[in-house]
């Protein structure tokens, strides 16, 4: 099988003046002469900044891509469908965002991957969104109903780096409950629970009472007292005696002084 063709060409900047910026545009051919692969450059670097979201129906395919596509792979057809896709910016790659739908049009889940792995180092790697379609009633909420005022609230955060759990500025994992309330924080650090300023888990089973754990490179800890932290007074004070110590009823006697 021959190698495919390569050609090095550079985009209309009449059609696409306002949307791109001296980029290099590389292309290579399947042997059947259909397009593989396109490659964007900028100083000889993977890069492509859309500027804004054309509306002219010659570049709209652009309108539907992540921003910063620099990398796009084609089966070899004749209607240029696209299998893989790649974010760059200035060389280096960016994570390409998942989305996962209910009923066609609701966004309940979006994914942050790089390299098939979890990786986000702008923010969450996962949202999840809550729809009244999914939920099963409880105590709280024993109707569908009641819930639908809440349709599309973050009920979960996480975030990630090469896909573990990891986040230096604050939890790593947090779920809400559908109102919007906490409803647990953990900390982690490289996929380890992990906290070196606090406890590494925070849950609210009763949406207010919280409950602790301390965690230290994934195994359980002890609360470490921050410096310059005053010492915590238990919660339950130490219990005076119900009956204080009796003084006797009788007074000491006082020895009579002799008679002379």
Same mark, same amino acid.
């Given at each position: 099988?021959?190698?495919?063709?390569?050609?090095?060409?550079?985009?209309?900047?009449?059609?696409?003046?306002?949307?791109?910026?001296?980029?290099?545009?590389?292309?290579?051919?399947?042997?059947?002469?259909?397009?593989?692969?396109?490659?964007?450059?900028?100083?000889?670097?993977?890069?492509?900044?859309?500027?804004?979201?054309?509306?002219?129906?010659?570049?709209?395919?652009?309108?539907?891509?992540?921003?910063?596509?620099?990398?796009?792979?084609?089966?070899?057809?004749?209607?240029?469908?696209?299998?893989?896709?790649e974010r760059w910016l200035n060389g280096k790659q960016l994570p390409i965002s998942d989305d996962t739908y209910i009923n066609k049009f609701?966004?309940?889940?979006?994914?942050?991957?790089l390299n098939d792995k979890l990786h986000n180092e702008d923010g969450p790697a996962i949202i999840e969104y809550f729809h009244a379609d999914?939920?099963?009633?409880?105590?709280?909420?024993?109707?569908?109903?009641?819930?639908?005022?809440?349709?599309?609230?973050?009920?979960?955060?996480?975030?990630?780096?090469?896909?573990?759990?990891?986040?230096?500025?604050?939890?790593?994992?947090?779920?809400?409950?559908?109102?919007?309330?906490?409803?647990a924080e953990l900390w982690y650090r490289n996929g380890k629970l992990h906290r070196s300023d606090g406890p590494a888990v925070v849950r609210?089973?009763?949406?207010?009472?919280?409950?602790?754990?301390?965690?230290?490179?994934? #195994? &359980? $800890? +002890? !609360? =470490? *007292?921050?410096?310059? %932290? /005053? @010492?915590?007074?238990?919660?339950?004070?130490?219990?005076?005696?119900?009956?204080?110590?009796? #003084? &006797? $009823? +009788? !007074? =000491? *006697?006082?020895?009579? %002084? /002799? @008679?002379?």
């Open positions: 099988m021959s190698e495919p063709n390569l050609q090095r060409s550079t985009y209309d900047m009449k059609i696409f003046d306002d949307v791109i910026y001296n980029t290099e545009h590389k292309i290579i051919f399947y042997p059947s002469g259909n397009k593989k692969r396109e490659e964007f450059y900028v100083n000889d670097k993977l890069h492509f900044e859309r500027k804004f979201f054309p509306k002219d129906d010659k570049c709209s395919v652009f309108s539907f891509r992540p921003k910063n596509v620099a990398v796009i792979e084609y089966y070899d057809s004749t209607n240029e469908r696209e299998y893989h896709i609701t966004l309940i889940k979006r994914e942050w991957r999914s939920y099963e009633p409880d105590a709280w909420y024993p109707s569908v109903d009641l819930v639908k005022q809440y349709d599309e609230n973050v009920i979960k955060s996480a975030w990630c780096i090469n896909g573990n759990l990891h986040r230096l500025d604050g939890p790593a994992y947090i779920e809400y409950y559908i109102e919007g309330g906490i409803k609210y089973p009763n949406r207010n009472v919280p409950k602790d754990e301390y965690w230290s490179d994934g #195994v &359980p $800890s +002890e !609360p =470490q *007292r921050v410096p310059g %932290e /005053p @010492q915590r007074v238990p919660s339950e004070p130490q219990r005076v005696p119900s009956e204080p110590q009796r #003084v &006797p $009823s +009788e !007074p =000491q *006697r006082v020895p009579s %002084e /002799p @008679q002379p």
